[in-house]
């Protein structure tokens, strides 16, 4: 199984691709993607969302697990990302692939264990558990592993209940 994560923003965007075999993860690629600040957001939504496409194309994801939004205190950057979130969700959809959403706390649980985990832990768990030679940068494409991650990892429960919801 082929698993996209994202990690949304507007001015940058990180993603992680990861191929799944069994309990084994191997990174097929990982980047961001970067808009200018200052453009208008119109602009900045369409590259977005024209780089999405592009990866969408190339890597051909099974499932796109993409973060939620939390609550943010700068009311204007929240409706931003999430406007980002839609276009990346759309360019998904339109790639056929599976939708998933994770929050924060589910990522740190799925990564860490530990869902009041620093940034840097997850980092760090990030690179132990794809065996990076170094922590992807910048953070945002550590999220982005860490949400596939978490995906994979609720993936791989998933498969093992039976469909009265019991674990075989």
Request: proline fraction near 5%; hydrophobic fraction near 40%; include cysteine.
């Amino acid at each position: 199984m082929r698993i996209m994560g994202i990690d949304p923003g507007i001015a940058i965007v990180g993603y992680g691709v990861l191929d799944q075999r069994g309990n084994q993860l191997k990174p097929v690629d990982y980047g961001s993607i970067q808009t200018e600040a200052g453009l208008p957001t119109s602009t900045r939504l369409k590259q977005i969302y024209d780089a999405a496409t592009h990866l969408m194309e190339k890597y051909r994801p099974d499932v796109v697990a993409i973060e939620k939004l939390y609550f943010n205190r700068n009311v204007t950057t929240a409706f931003t990302v999430g406007q980002a979130r839609g276009v990346l969700m759309l360019a998904a959809e339109e790639a056929g692939a599976v939708i998933t959403e994770y929050t924060p706390l589910q990522v740190k649980m799925a990564v860490v264990g530990y869902g009041q985990a620093q940034k840097r832990q997850i980092q760090e768990m990030v690179k132990m558990l794809l065996n990076l030679p170094r922590i992807p940068r910048p953070d945002d494409v550590a999220d982005a592993l860490g949400v596939a991650i978490c995906q994979a990892h609720s993936t791989t429960f998933e498969h093992r209940l039976d469909k009265g919801g019991r674990v075989r």
